[in-house]
């Protein structure tokens, strides 16, 4: 019997739908994000700092997004939040067709994220916690997977909050891979995105913790619910688990139509998407 080649086992196992090329790329992507985002809040907190802090979360969150968009980019454009997803398709860079598609994904792809970390650091917690798994309290532990607001912050004020911090997102993602503009050399987007990252969660995180993707919250505090912090997560801050999820959508919107109105439809030779023969990447380049 002949030996079959690894080209012909590759052809045998490659996917030959785009959509579900693009949808497993954005579930893997959003997995690593939050998987090593969420670890280095995790190694923060249940080592009383000593591993961490800080400096080490915002630095720690932002290379986990520069990884993803490096895993992710080349198949769906490195999308990793349902926000992002949400401007591309409001400025006519991707079909809402995708949108579903691309929104379910990361949703799973936190959640198994939060369920890894979970995993991974399940006797640092039970030791950590007594095995009593709270959500407020000297061990409490449920913000190591999705953001609660300060005692003092209102709901209104931490709306605003996440809207304007979304919005600063999505108007330094749109400059970033924005061909007509500076521009970033190709294959350096997602350190670019990194650095806006640090600088997000330097001069906008001590409200809430600068969540600024639903996906990235949600998803994980949904798993926090199910895996034994019960339904405290949902009713802690006033109710709070909805302005991490509803705030940057709007914020999306905000940065993008600003980015737009004010920059990129002014260029003076916009440049059309690039495609290839298999399937388009929604990169967020200038229509």
Same mark, same amino acid.
């Given at each position: 019997?002949?030996?079959?080649? @690894?080209?012909?086992?590759?052809?045998?196992?490659?996917?030959?739908? &785009?959509?579900?090329?693009?949808?497993?790329?954005?579930?893997?992507?959003?997995?690593? =994000?939050?998987?090593?985002?969420?670890?280095?809040?995790?190694?923060?907190?249940?080592?009383?700092?000593?591993?961490?802090? /800080?400096?080490?979360?915002? *630095?720690?969150?932002? =290379?986990?997004?520069?990884?993803?968009?490096? *895993?992710? $980019?080349?198949?769906?454009?490195?999308?990793?939040?349902?926000?992002?997803?949400?401007?591309?398709?409001?400025?006519?860079?991707? @079909?809402?067709?995708?949108?579903?598609?691309?929104?379910?994904?990361?949703?799973?792809?936190?959640?198994? $994220?939060?369920?890894?970390?979970? $995993?991974?650091?399940?006797? /640092?917690?039970?030791?950590?916690?007594?095995?009593?798994?709270?959500?407020?309290?000297?061990?409490?532990?449920?913000?190591?997977?999705?953001?609660?607001?300060?005692?003092?912050?209102?709901?209104?004020?931490?709306?605003?909050?996440?809207?304007?911090?979304?919005?600063?997102?999505?108007?330094?993602?749109? /400059?970033?891979?924005?061909?007509?503009?500076? $521009?970033?050399?190709?294959?350096?987007? #997602?350190?670019?995105?990194?650095?806006?990252?640090?600088?997000?969660?330097?001069? =906008?995180?001590?409200?809430?913790?600068?969540?600024?993707? #639903?996906?990235?919250?949600?998803?994980?505090?949904?798993?926090?619910?199910?895996?034994?912090?019960? #339904?405290?997560?949902?009713?802690?801050?006033?109710?709070?688990?909805?302005? @991490?999820?509803?705030?940057?959508?709007?914020?999306?919107?905000?940065?993008?139509?600003?980015?737009?109105?004010?920059?990129?439809?002014?260029? &003076?030779?916009?440049?059309? #998407?690039?495609?290839?023969?298999?399937?388009?990447?929604?990169?967020?380049?200038?229509?």
């Amino acid at each position: 019997m002949a030996k079959r080649s @690894p080209r012909d086992w590759r052809a045998n196992f490659a996917l030959k739908n &785009s959509l579900v090329k693009e949808g497993l790329s954005e579930f893997l992507g959003t997995f690593v =994000m939050v998987t090593l985002g969420l670890g280095c809040v995790a190694q923060s907190v249940l080592s009383r700092g000593e591993l961490g802090g /800080a400096p080490v979360i915002s *630095v720690g969150f932002a =290379m986990a997004v520069t990884i993803a968009i490096y *895993v992710a $980019g080349g198949v769906s454009g490195g999308h990793i939040n349902p926000a992002v997803s949400f401007a591309m398709c409001i400025t006519g860079k991707m @079909p809402w067709a995708k949108f579903p598609v691309y929104v379910l994904t990361q949703f799973l792809g936190a959640f198994v $994220g939060a369920a890894a970390v979970f $995993g991974i650091n399940y006797d /640092a917690l039970m030791f950590y916690t007594g095995g009593n798994l709270t959500v407020t309290g000297h061990t409490g532990t449920a913000h190591i997977f999705a953001t609660y607001p300060a005692e003092y912050l209102s709901t209104t004020n931490g709306f605003a909050d996440q809207v304007i911090s979304t919005a600063f997102l999505l108007l330094g993602v749109f /400059a970033i891979f924005d061909a007509e503009n500076l $521009g970033v050399p190709k294959g350096l987007e #997602p350190i670019g995105v990194g650095l806006l990252i640090i600088l997000l969660t330097s001069a =906008m995180a001590m409200n809430s913790g600068c969540a600024m993707n #639903p996906a990235r919250d949600l998803s994980p505090r949904l798993f926090t619910f199910l895996a034994g912090w019960g #339904p405290e997560v949902f009713t802690a801050g006033n109710h709070w688990w909805w302005v @991490p999820v509803v705030g940057p959508m709007v914020g999306a919107g905000f940065g993008a139509a600003i980015y737009m109105l004010f920059i990129e439809l002014h260029h &003076s030779q916009p440049q059309p #998407p690039q495609s290839n023969a298999t399937h388009d990447k929604y990169e967020l380049t200038s229509m």
